[in-house]
């Protein structure tokens, strides 16, 4: 049993207007606000050590399985830009190999792609199979005398170096190379940067490190460079941030990552520095999210798992 109450007339008359001048009876639940979407922040995808020729039979040449997994990214994500990161094609860097087998693999993003040289590149004359190449499909990678070049992605710049310092006229302070990105760090700083070459600084693997780079490490350390990339060690590594001489840096130290899992072969691990994270388990990518003052990174595998996801922000 329940008694009903009746709402007089005029008090029921009353609340209609309060409530169509904006104000007093509001019937169901409170309306719950849209979140916003979140946005597709641009990514980039970067490794090395890619194709075989068609002599080397007997390698497992994962070059075709990387690219797919570039093309999966792309068809889901905002992908912006690959970093191929030398050593493009096995062995010698030819012209007839790379449309034989880069071009049918990672040559499929070409349109979005933006490589430096490998030592099997220069191989070849003058690298001039790796220059020819992608001279013929229009993307940009430099003078053939020197392969270096630098190009902006909103806030973000990269800087595409040639560590193949003996055959470029060094690397050293007084090279033409240190002058021209000392100049470019100057004229284009971005809030976030990328540098990116073949051989890495530091490495755990069979090919160890390369201290001639230690002045542009030097320079880009001085200019406030979040990101080095490289290649040459067939194997995922990453460092903590640090300094030049290997200090440790959290608040403006480089990052430093070596992807030379882009399909050849996979080597061991063979020193112990001090990395953060490496694996050679399995071939892959490294992909980055550049958001406008922060960044995300991971290293993507053909088996489809997410090693090693990273966060940092830009200085």
Not at 151 to 157: A, I, L, S, T
Not at 208 to 215: F, L, N
């Amino acid at each position: 049993m329940f008694l009903r109450t009746v709402t007089p007339l005029s008090l029921l008359a009353g609340a209609l207007l309060l409530q169509a001048c904006g104000g007093g009876v509001t019937e169901g639940p409170t309306p719950v606000p849209t979140p916003a979407p979140t946005p597709n922040f641009p990514a980039i995808m970067a490794a090395g050590d890619i194709s075989c020729d068609s002599i080397n039979t007997d390698l497992p040449c994962k070059s075709k399985e990387t690219s797919d997994l570039i093309i999966q990214e792309r068809s889901l994500r905002n992908l912006v830009v690959v970093l191929p990161l030398g050593d493009l094609q096995y062995d010698y860097g030819t012209l007839a190999e790379f449309r034989k087998n880069y071009q049918t693999t990672w040559g499929r993003v070409n349109d979005i792609s933006h490589p430096v040289p490998g030592n099997h590149e220069y191989e070849t004359s003058n690298a001039s199979g790796y220059f020819e190449y992608f001279a013929s499909v229009g993307v940009g990678v430099g003078n053939r005398t020197e392969g270096w070049h630098t190009f902006p992605v909103g806030n973000w710049r990269f800087f595409a170096l040639n560590s193949n310092c003996s055959r470029i006229g060094g690397c050293g302070t007084n090279s033409p190379q240190y002058r021209w990105l000392q100049s470019e760090l100057l004229a284009n700083r971005q809030k976030c940067a990328v540098a990116y070459w073949h051989h890495p600084f530091i490495s755990s693997g069979q090919n160890g490190d390369a201290p001639e780079m230690r002045p542009i490490i030097d320079l880009l350390y001085l200019n406030n460079v979040e990101i080095v990339l490289a290649g040459h060690d067939h194997l995922y590594e990453r460092f903590n941030p640090m300094t030049p001489a290997q200090v440790p840096d959290p608040v403006k130290g480089l990052r430093l990552f070596t992807v030379g899992t882009g399909g050849r072969d996979l080597y061991r691990f063979i020193r112990n520095p001090t990395s953060a994270f490496r694996s050679n388990e399995d071939y892959g990518v490294l992909r980055i999210v550049m958001k406008d003052e922060s960044f995300e990174t991971g290293f993507v595998k053909i088996s489809g798992v997410v090693a090693d996801p990273t966060s940092g922000v830009c200085f």
